[in-house]
């Protein structure tokens, strides 16, 4: 299994990274599978870089916050007027209920659009597991203002476990248990946050729940360009032992057991 950081920028574009957007591939079939974990806004431009825009299994949104699902507006204009043909079945749009009625309000501007000829959107369910091609994949409920989910890709034998956007909750220890790399959020720094409840984790709360539930890896992600990532890598090893490694737009993972 690959993971490719398309986009890591926390909850805005930031100058080297658009927003959450991260791609995740494994060969089966004589094929490659690729799924993106989240399309926030600006990821559609650099997604180009990684695969060809018609090479794109399936979406799967983490919650409907823009930075995290944006992206899906531009790329229904791909889907849907694109002069090649390349696009002869709907993508499968795996996300929070109500994804549907979000993205469509969000690309209609004063008539109603339909998005089902390009999307099929089908609402994640906490712990209900699903596949795209070899992935197999489990939502779990997090902590965050809005229903967001946190995701563990699983494919021959590795384990990738993405926070998406949460505060410290149970939940984590079951969504990165004995993960082979857990890519989670670290948008808040200790000290400086502290009266911001149920919304982010910091690099502390992030690593402890990694410790807890015995990951290998450690990187994280969804650092807004305001925030020092010095900062959030030193609340990190106050907890985590081990190397404390910082997303970076463009750089590839290879996840094996």
């Known amino acids: 299994?690959?993971?490719?950081?398309?986009?890591?920028?926390?909850?805005?574009?930031?100058?080297?990274?658009?927003?959450?957007?991260?791609?995740?591939?494994?060969?089966?079939?004589?094929?490659?599978?690729?799924?993106?974990?989240?399309?926030?806004?600006?990821?559609?431009?650099?997604?180009?870089?990684?695969?060809?825009?018609?090479?794109?299994?399936?979406?799967?949104?983490?919650?409907?916050?823009?930075?995290?699902?944006?992206?899906?507006?531009?790329?229904?204009?791909v889907r849907n007027y694109d002069p090649h043909g390349r696009f002869g079945s709907r993508l499968p749009v795996f996300a929070p209920p109500g994804a549907e009625e979000r993205i469509t309000r969000a690309y209609m501007v004063d008539k109603y659009e339909d998005l089902s000829g390009a999307y099929e959107f089908v609402d994640l369910a906490d712990r209900a597991t699903f596949s795209v091609g070899p992935l197999n994949i489990t939502p779990f409920l997090v902590n965050h203002p809005v229903e967001a989910y946190g995701l563990r890709v699983e494919a021959d034998g590795a384990v990738l476990a993405y926070?998406?956007?949460?505060?410290?909750?149970?939940?984590?220890?079951?969504?990165?248990?004995?993960?082979?790399?857990?890519?989670?959020?670290?948008?808040?720094?200790?000290?400086?946050?502290?009266?911001?409840?149920?919304?982010?984790?910091?690099?502390?709360?992030?690593?402890?729940?990694?410790?807890?539930?015995?990951?290998?890896?450690?990187?994280?992600?969804?650092?807004?360009?305001?925030?020092?990532?010095?900062?959030?890598?030193r609340d990190a090893k106050t907890v985590w032992a081990g190397e404390v490694e910082v997303a970076r737009a463009g750089q590839r993972y290879e996840l094996r057991a």
């Open 1 to 77: 299994m690959k993971l490719t950081v398309v986009g890591c920028s926390g909850s805005f574009p930031g100058p080297d990274s658009p927003a959450s957007c991260y791609l995740v591939e494994a060969e089966s079939e004589g094929r490659t599978w690729s799924v993106l974990l989240d399309f926030g806004n600006g990821s559609l431009g650099a997604l180009q870089n990684y695969r060809e825009v018609d090479d794109i299994d399936a979406v799967v949104i983490s919650h409907l916050h823009p930075d995290h699902c944006l992206d899906l507006c531009s790329y229904f204009v």
């Open 163 to 233: 926070t998406g956007d949460t505060d410290a909750c149970d939940a984590l220890v079951d969504l990165e248990r004995d993960a082979d790399l857990v890519l989670t959020d670290s948008a808040f720094v200790d000290g400086r946050d502290d009266d911001l409840k149920d919304v982010h984790l910091t690099g502390s709360r992030a690593a402890k729940a990694a410790q807890d539930a015995g990951a290998k890896r450690l990187v994280l992600t969804h650092i807004p360009a305001w925030t020092p990532v010095e900062d959030c890598v």
